[in-house]
């Protein structure tokens, strides 16, 4: 199956920022892709997260989640995306991962479980943690893809329940915060996942300067199989499930593990 990562440059205009999912999707669908992936605050981003966010939110029915399901349908390819999700706490919105069918059906939606308290940002004041822990999947295709936004990456267990779920890719929906030695583990988390539980972790971030760019599908045995480089680019890569099962027929870490 052919995949696609939108990497975009997102800003405060959601019609801007939904015209662009659209061109990138339509470009996806074009070059035969099936499924197409978006960074988290796809709709909405900015440098910092502030009040405005609860503000602009709306539920997965609203403007922007619409357009969304109609972008998928007019493409016919899935698509996931990040959102900013109203949530009932008024002064707290849900950090958002949607999936659509390519009928524009919602197939899942994720709210993000591990908020960034970090790096001198505090992304739990404005917004709320996912009530449940439970892992988030969905299956095109005959694949079965796992969601997970930028700071889960840090925490391999959420990766692990994903995997246990059956998931072969690992969807990283991602703005990861610009820093001292970030890109760099940035790369080396999305390929120690793939590694961890033998199974693609295509990582798709926000453009410069708001993130670092850099996104890029990781194989089964933690290889980059393609990147892109710091602007809005679109990147178009094969998964394989015959890949995720030799490498696990190799590795039988699954059936291996003991739990401590």
Not at 61 to 76: K, M
Not at 77 to 92: F, H, Y
Not at 184 to 195: C, D, E, K
Request: net charge negative.
């Amino acid at each position: 199956m052919r995949i696609a990562l939108g990497q975009l440059a997102s800003g405060t205009d959601t019609p801007v920022n939904l015209r662009a999912i659209d061109a990138f999707a339509g470009r996806a669908a074009a070059a035969g892709a099936s499924l197409v992936a978006f960074p988290e605050y796809a709709t909405y981003e900015k440098k910092k997260i502030d009040a405005t966010f609860p503000a602009v939110a709306q539920p997965l029915d609203g403007e922007a989640g619409t357009e969304l399901s109609r972008i998928a349908a007019r493409h016919g390819i899935a698509l996931v995306a990040g959102l900013v999700e109203s949530s009932p706490d008024p002064a707290r919105a849900y950090n958002t991962l949607a999936a659509f069918a390519p009928d524009g059906g919602l197939l899942a939606a994720y709210r993000k479980i591990h908020l960034f308290d970090a790096q001198g940002f505090c992304e739990s004041e404005f917004v709320a943690p996912a009530p449940s822990t439970e892992p988030v999947t969905f299956a095109v295709g005959g694949l079965r893809f796992g969601l997970l936004t930028c700071y889960d990456l840090r925490f391999p267990e959420q990766a692990r329940a994903l995997s246990d779920a059956g998931s072969q890719v690992l969807l990283a929906c991602s703005s990861w915060v610009p820093g001292e030695l970030k890109t760099n583990q940035w790369r080396t988390l999305l390929g120690a996942r793939a590694i961890e539980n033998s199974l693609y972790v295509a990582g798709v971030c926000q453009a410069t300067p708001v993130s670092v760019g850099n996104s890029l599908l990781a194989g089964p045995m933690g290889d980059v199989v393609a990147e892109l480089g710091l602007d809005a680019d679109l990147l178009l890569a094969d998964v394989s499930p015959a890949a995720v099962d030799q490498v696990r027929s190799h590795f039988p870490i699954h059936r291996q593990r003991r739990i401590l």
